[in-house]
């Protein structure tokens, strides 16, 4: 994407995305114990999870739109000594066959499109997945302090001309849509939570597929 690539690109911008989620850091442990192996990043940025997973020893695989993001990911895991999987690809349409990974991971990215297109990248991660495996993810929320800023494009999802981040659509999720975007997962943790910057509001959220076929 665009935009993440040329916020990529300055210190700036990079500087927010470097240090692993407390969430996502939280359930390292429960994953070892329950023998997850693979794992994908999808929109992985920079690369701050899918180096944390591999410093883990998990097996790491990453896609995102950015070749910047890709760079600098590249360039970090090299400084580490890890090896990780990581390429340009379009979360919603994976390369990967069914039942691929046993966890995948959508921190901060879920989000960025219309319903149509959000509603077909689950389609992919449900394909993606095993059986039992989980989805960690966020979702903006809409009580984020920008919901309701730009025009509304659909239901819910805005776009804000000129805002370098904001200038594709994001979809503001309430808490009744999680589980209807979420059909055939059953959601073990489901929490607003704001984020680094103030009124950054997002759904912190794992689930575990039950059914590939809601
Ligand atoms: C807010 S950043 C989050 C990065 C990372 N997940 C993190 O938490 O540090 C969003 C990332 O998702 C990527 N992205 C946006 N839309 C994408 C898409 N359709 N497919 C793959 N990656 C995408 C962007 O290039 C950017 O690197």
Redesign the pocket.
């Known amino acids: ?1 665009k935009a ?1 690539d040329e916020i990529w690109k300055t210190k700036e911008g990079r500087s927010r ?1 470097l240090v692993p989620d407390a969430f996502v850091v939280s359930l390292i442990t429960n994953f070892k114990e329950e023998g997850i192996r693979k794992i994908l990043d ?5 690369g ?2 899918a180096i944390l997973f591999a410093q883990e020893d998990f097996e790491v695989y990453g ?4 070749p910047e ?1 890709l760079k600098c990911a590249m360039e970090w895991s090299k400084k580490e000594n890890l090896f990780l999987h990581l390429e340009l ?4 349409h994976l390369s990967f066959g069914h039942d691929f990974f046993d966890l995948i991971l959508a ?3 879920l989000y ?1 499109g219309t319903s149509d297109f959000i509603y077909q990248t689950l389609r992919e991660i449900k394909r993606c997945l095993r059986g039992k495996g989980y989805l960690l993810c966020t979702l903006i929320s809409q009580r984020h302090s920008k919901y309701g800023w730009g025009k509304e494009v659909e239901e819910g999802t805005f776009v804000i001309e000129g805002e370098i981040e904001k200038s594709h659509p994001h979809h503001y999720f309430k808490r009744d849509e999680i589980n209807q975007y979420l059909a055939g997962f059953q959601i073990l943790k489901c929490e607003d939570k704001e984020q680094q910057l103030p009124g950054s509001f997002h759904w912190h959220i794992l689930a575990r597929l039950d059914s590939k076929w809601e």
């Open positions: 994407m993440w995305f999808l929109g992985f940025g920079l701050r999870h896609i995102d739109t950015s993001g690809g379009e979360m919603s921190w901060n990215v960025h």
